[in-house]
């Protein structure tokens, strides 16, 4: 499959597979299930729900304890987390492709995603920014490493694979009708519940 930047390919491939092994489990879980608790307190009546980037589903499971009648979709790039997504949700709900290439046919009541921003090439944040905003029937959930202004740093030994911004600032600027419901900060020592110090941002699309 060709893509459009070093980035996807790089989460398609090998070291996106492995990525698999290091975040699953049922700490991880815990870990979710007390996010999401938190950061969808203020959401109302999501009936269904798109991820994007949504690897094997640790943050879909976590989210169906929440809301156990959720209809749950799900958009990845790599083929093995791809093949998992689909024994968690129904297959013809798993898009796997890459999120630059996800062409959306209908809205959902939640768009999330997290951790995944952070690992796209900063000159597509435009178009994905577009894919999220209308996907989003009304609510999107951010949830992405914060730094006022742009910087790039090392990753895992990589570089030009990690990227930190106000993401959620730009969505709100740019389009006027995604309101800031709420925002809080997830850390990574947190005794009971550990995050990847990840700041998250809930918005709701105005009519």
Known sequence: MTY????????????????IERNQGEAL???????FSKALRNARGIRNCIEFGANIGMNLSAMKLLHPTQQQYGIEINADAAHAL????????????SILDFEPKQTW????????????????????????VGTCGRYLLLAEYYNPTPVAIPYRGHFERLFKRDF??????????????????????DPNFPQDDITWFLMEKSE
Do not use: C
């Open 4 to 19: 459009k930047t070093d980035q996807e390919a790089f989460w398609a491939g090998e070291f996106g597979t492995a990525y």
């Open 29 to 35: 879980l815990a870990s979710n299930l007390d996010f």
């Open 86 to 97: 689909a024994q968690l949700i129904p297959v013809d709900h798993v898009y796997h492709t």
């Open 109 to 132: 009541d939640l768009v999330l995603i997290k951790g995944v921003l952070i690992h796209m090439n900063p000159e597509a944040l435009s178009q994905v920014y577009e894919k999220l």
């Open 168 to 189: 959620a600032g730009e969505i709100l600027d740019r389009y006027p009708k995604m309101k800031l419901v709420d925002y809080g900060f997830a850390y990574r020592r």
